[in-house]
């Protein structure tokens, strides 16, 4: 069966449980096979260097800053989700931008990780919490009143991301660019993706089959509906699944 090129690397980030760097780079190669890994990695440490002995979260964001680091102007676009275009462009959307924040404080061995924000991916850097798209620290009022809203505890609202969260998350944006072009095929290798390296791959199963219908592939459509059967967590949803499976067109395939 027709697996996408990077599968094994993914499998092995999963395995290994890479860095959020590693993982990062491998979506960036989906996007740009000539990705220059090293270069990406060696111009982390060149900011770190700059930076030099920063001592906390906001002295590395106000730094990032001044480097020119902020949202890009042309928000959906594939090149946002590579890190080398992030860093040589010095824009990105906010998980890309969190990322380099990411990088930088892992050679500067400062405390960081991403938060997965439901709106817009944020990161914490020594105990403070930034929107790296403004590359901003958020105002503590602000924060205040994101966490009235929720009515959640903070380690609720601002759930810390792993590094496979991330990777998962920059694939669900590059799946949503191709459902705008209705490219099937790269929504179906962006999934295949996820299906590597998910904790839960249930619901993933479940969107495929969505994916394959869509791109005129009742046949791999059953075939998800059945992995998603074998998967079901209780009788409810394989009861919805069975009733699914039974609704799908029997027309042959269109794509061979």
Not at 56 to 85: C, K, P, R, V, W
Not at 126 to 139: H, K, L, S
Not at 142 to 165: N, S
Request: glycine residues 6%.
């Amino acid at each position: 069966m027709y697996e996408p090129p990077l599968s094994e690397e993914f499998r092995e980030f999963a395995r290994e449980r890479g860095g959020v760097i590693s993982g990062a780079l491998l979506v960036a190669r989906i996007l740009h096979p000539e990705t220059d890994e090293q270069w990406c990695r060696s111009e982390l440490q060149r900011l770190a260097d700059l930076a030099g002995a920063v001592a906390s979260g906001e002295a590395l964001i106000t730094f990032l800053h001044s480097e020119g680091f902020s949202g890009s102007q042309t928000y959906y676009t594939s090149d946002n989700s590579s890190l080398e275009q992030v860093l040589r462009t010095r824009e990105g959307i906010p998980i890309t931008l969190a990322l380099v924040v990411l990088g930088v404080a892992e050679a500067l061995n400062l405390r960081a990780t991403g938060i997965n924000f439901p709106q817009h991916f944020l990161v914490a850097v020594e105990g403070i919490y930034a929107d790296p798209f403004q590359m901003q620290v958020i105002d503590p009022a602000v924060q205040r009143q994101w966490l009235e809203q929720t009515g959640l505890p903070i380690e609720r609202a601002f759930p810390e991301a792993t590094p496979v969260d991330i990777v998962l998350r920059m694939l669900n944006n590059l799946r949503m660019l191709a459902s705008q072009r209705d490219d099937h095929a790269a929504n179906l290798d962006y999934s295949g993706y996820q299906l590597l390296i998910a904790p839960e791959p249930f619901p993933f199963h479940v969107e495929r089959v969505d994916m394959w219908i869509a791109a005129g592939v009742p046949d791999m459509a059953r075939h998800e509906l059945d992995q998603a059967l074998r998967l079901a967590p209780n009788e409810t949803l394989k009861e919805a699944l069975v009733k699914r499976r039974m609704t799908i067109d029997s027309s042959p395939s269109k794509l061979h």
